[in-house]
């Protein structure tokens, strides 16, 4: 669901990045997460890996690494805390490149130190990996599972949106709720995408947003 809302907002980045940096992309944190879907994560990778300027790079493969290598944790928790945050830094700042320090980590998160299988035997941290020394403990804690697609209201929302895409006209809305047995949803996933900016009315009609 969070894929056509990025097309949507890449688009306005893009006209805000001409309308307002002469089509430049800033480097600024302030600047970058004033951008329309541009967050935390986002602002630091660009900051990191298109400037080359000190920032903490925090994704799921990263803080899995900090947090087995350094705290003895299986798992990072859910929400990023003042705690992680400041150890992260630290680690940034320690290292000689930052920049170099985001794309290794990151890059040992997702080929070595993998959440299922972590190969420790080829990983650079092993001697010291505060997990690896205390024999592996599981915290239990696992991050929540998506819920099926398959019947789901993203399936009706995906299955509308490439009608769209395929269509050089405007789809009449009762061709699009008749797609499914199942009206009510397809009514709602139209309704969720009309409210998301993903489709626009046009009369008794559908049709994408550009
Ligand atoms: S030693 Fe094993 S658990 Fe520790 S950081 Fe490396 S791959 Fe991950």
Same mark, same amino acid.
């Given at each position: ?45 660009? =900051? &990191?890996? *298109?400037?080359? /300027?000190?920032?903490?790079?925090? $994704?799921?493969? #990263?803080?899995?690494?900090? +947090? ?16 992680? =945050? &400041?150890? *992260?830094?630290? /680690?940034?700042?320690?290292?000689? $490149?930052?920049? #170099?320090?985001?794309?290794? +980590? ?105």
């Amino acid at each position: 669901m969070g894929y056509p809302r990025r097309a949507l907002r890449l688009h306005a980045t893009a006209q805000q990045i001409t309308d307002n940096y002469e089509g430049r992309v800033p480097s600024g944190e302030g600047e970058l997460r004033a951008l329309p879907g541009v967050g935390e994560y986002t602002a630091a990778a660009i =900051r &990191a890996f *298109a400037f080359g /300027l000190e920032s903490i790079v925090l $994704d799921v493969n #990263v803080r899995r690494v900090i +947090s087995r290598a350094w705290s003895g944790v299986d798992a990072p928790a859910s929400h990023l805390s003042t705690v992680e =945050r &400041a150890l *992260a830094q630290s /680690l940034a700042t320690a290292a000689d $490149d930052s920049s #170099v320090w985001a794309a290794a +980590s990151m890059e040992l998160g997702a080929m070595v130190c993998t959440k299922k299988t972590p190969q420790c035997s080829s990983c650079p941290l092993k001697r010291t990996c505060a997990w690896r020394t205390a024999s592996f403990p599981r915290s239990g804690a696992g991050p929540r599972r998506q819920s099926r697609y398959e019947g789901s209201d993203r399936q009706a929302r995906g299955r509308i949106l490439t009608v769209l895409r395929e269509s050089e006209t405007a789809v009449d809305s009762d061709l699009l709720v008749d797609m499914s047995t199942d009206r009510d949803q397809m009514l709602r996933a139209l309704e969720s995408l009309e409210s998301d900016g993903l489709v626009r009315r046009v009369g008794g009609a559908f049709a994408l947003p550009f």
